[in-house]
């Protein structure tokens, strides 16, 4: 008896030990568990010969990111490798330059409900006590502006970004208030196995365990730069520079979304919204496709609300500490 109670082969216990099991077979959890556990397997033999063994996906996919800006000739990426630095093995990423979007505050908010309020609805809340508030003012009618939102969407629609927001990005500007560029960062948050974009139409997606909200759809315009340089970009060279970062799952879905977004560039041909330039009427049309199909249109709108935030709070008196005085929350 005690042998078996060893091996669990006790009949009373059976229930409690098959009740996983039956979980694994049922719908072949145990093959698509099996295919991770190879693809992980898979990824630390290719990293191998750059002897960096068994080194964190987010790092692979950071870098993944850079490769596929590279292949774009996308000015928005910046690049990102793996680096070892006294011993220790890491990523090392290219600085973005410029000013955040938006910036982070202390707020007493007693007496001020309607405020806290409104924070929370709007998603302007980071954590208990501090809120977000504007940063950069940003002109979105700006044809570097525009330029650069459409760079970073379809950079990310490559990729299979889901975790793009106002908090990853600088706007790059110089000493007389001229936009010189869109900056991204902390480009870890994608690629995954979906070869499609229906996520984007759910607003919804799920990594590393947690729920983003943070994406968009195929954008409703392109300059010919853009388009000729997504064009260009072969599927061999994709697959090339990508197999050995990821998962040939996550490689293959790649493939697949660069399939589409060639196919909606031919489709944007035909309907004439193919522009050598960008500019009042287009910026429009960015802002009138939405939150659903634009960085620009949802970033916009996110900047007005952080605006009018501000606005209410210094009509209930408060008054932003002096830069000097501010503590980093």
């Known amino acids: 008896a005690y042998r078996l109670k060893q091996a669990g082969q006790l009949a009373s216990k059976m229930r409690f030990i098959s009740a996983p099991w039956l979980g694994l077979l049922d719908g072949d959890v145990w093959l698509r568990l099996e295919g991770f556990a190879a693809s992980v397997a898979y990824r630390a033999e290719?990293?191998?010969?750059?002897?960096?063994?068994?080194?964190?996906?987010?790092?692979?996919?950071?870098?993944?990111?850079?490769?596929?800006?590279?292949?774009?000739?996308?000015?928005?990426?910046?690049?990102?490798?793996?680096a070892e630095v006294d011993g220790k093995k890491?990523?090392?990423?290219?600085?973005?330059?410029?000013?955040?979007?938006?910036?982070?505050?202390?707020?007493?908010f007693t007496g001020r409900e309607e405020i806290k309020a409104f924070a929370e609805e709007?998603?302007?809340?980071?954590?208990?006590?501090?809120?977000?508030?504007?940063?950069?003012?940003?002109?979105?009618?700006?044809?570097?502006?525009?330029?650069?939102?459409?760079?970073l969407q379809l950079n990310d629609l490559l990729t299979g970004q889901v975790d793009r927001h106002a908090g990853n990005y600088h706007i790059d500007v110089d000493e007389e208030g001229t936009v010189r560029g869109i900056n991204a960062f902390d480009n870890d948050g994608a690629f995954g196995t979906e070869g499609g974009f229906e996520r984007y139409q759910t607003a919804t997606t799920s990594f590393g365990g947690r729920a983003f909200n943070h994406t968009v759809s195929l954008p409703p315009l392109l300059l010919r730069d853009q388009a000729e340089r997504l064009m260009a970009v072969a599927e061999a060279d994709l697959r090339e520079q990508l197999s050995p970062l990821l998962p040939a799952p996550e490689v293959e879905a790649a493939i697949a979304r660069l399939r589409l977004l060639k196919a909606h560039v031919k489709q944007l041909r035909a309907d004439g919204q193919i522009f050598d330039a960008l500019d009042e009427q287009t910026h429009q049309q960015l802002r009138h496709a939405g939150a659903e199909s634009s960085y620009l249109a949802r970033d916009a709108a996110a900047q007005e609300r952080l605006q009018q935030l501000q606005q209410m709070l210094e009509a209930s008196g408060w008054e932003e500490p002096a830069e000097d005085d501010a503590e980093e929350p």
């Not at 709007?122 to 501090?130: E, I, T, Y």
């Open 46 to 82: 290719a990293l191998t010969p750059l002897q960096y063994g068994r080194v964190e996906i987010s790092s692979a996919r950071a870098v993944g990111s850079s490769v596929v800006g590279a292949l774009l000739g996308s000015p928005v990426i910046g690049e990102a490798r793996f």
């Open 90 to 108: 890491g990523l090392a990423m290219e600085k973005a330059a410029g000013r955040p979007m938006r910036r982070q505050v202390e707020i007493d």
């Open 122 to 151: 709007n998603h302007l809340r980071a954590a208990r006590g501090v809120i977000f508030l504007p940063d950069a003012t940003v002109d979105y009618q700006d044809p570097v502006v525009q330029e650069g939102m459409l760079e």
